[in-house]
């Protein structure tokens, strides 16, 4: 109730004759469950749950799904480029009921797609150096480790050198 669209609303002036580039960022904290996915043109990210069924297929967890202590599900992050670019950041944030079966960090090359993963307490970092213009998919496994209700956190990628180009996945 504090924060009116008034807060939106700047003003800004330019006292020289040559132009000027910045910024401006709103920052603000919200339940991770209210978070709507969010894109803004030239990177798209969309994040998926699966869980191997008896043949070996993926099948798409929903909230019907019965999930069991120690089970394996694969995290599927697809990605999308608009044009080529370089040195971006991917941060998939965990529901606090997975843990990573691949702990350590290191170069991965998978689906044409080069990159570096390392995986932290709450989150998984993957960093591209170059990602060219298209559609790419990342995989990877956790273990369900505590049963319950949970709510995962999103998955966000971004331009570390451009951070306007970002975008990000609605909380689940």
Same mark, same amino acid.
């Given at each position: ?17 040559? *132009? =000027? ?5 709103? %920052? $603000?904290?919200?339940? #991770?469950?209210?978070?709507? @996915? ?61 843990? *990573? =079966? ?5 170069? %991965? $090359?998978?689906?044409? #797609?080069?990159?570096?993963? @390392? ?54």
């Amino acid at each position: 109730d504090e924060v009116t669209n008034d807060f939106g609303k700047v003003s800004i002036k330019n006292k020289s004759d040559k *132009p =000027v580039f910045g910024g401006i960022y709103w %920052q $603000y904290f919200e339940d #991770l469950n209210q978070v709507k @996915s969010a894109e803004n043109g030239l990177l798209k990210i969309a994040r998926t749950f699966y869980i191997e069924s008896t043949e070996g297929k993926l099948q798409e967890i929903s909230n019907e799904t019965e999930l069991k202590l120690g089970q394996k599900v694969i995290i599927r992050l697809e990605i999308t480029a608009e044009k080529d670019m370089e040195f971006i950041h991917i941060k998939d944030s965990r529901a606090a009921t997975f843990e *990573p =079966v691949d702990v350590l960090s290191g170069y %991965q $090359y998978k689906n044409n #797609l080069r990159y570096y993963q @390392s995986t932290r307490d709450a989150a998984t970092n993957f960093f591209i150096d170059y990602l060219n213009k298209g559609s790419y998919v990342i995989d990877y496994e956790v273990r369900l480790n505590n049963e319950g209700t949970f709510t995962g956190g999103i998955s966000t990628i971004q331009s570390m050198y451009a951070p306007e180009h970002t975008a990000h996945t609605s909380g689940i």
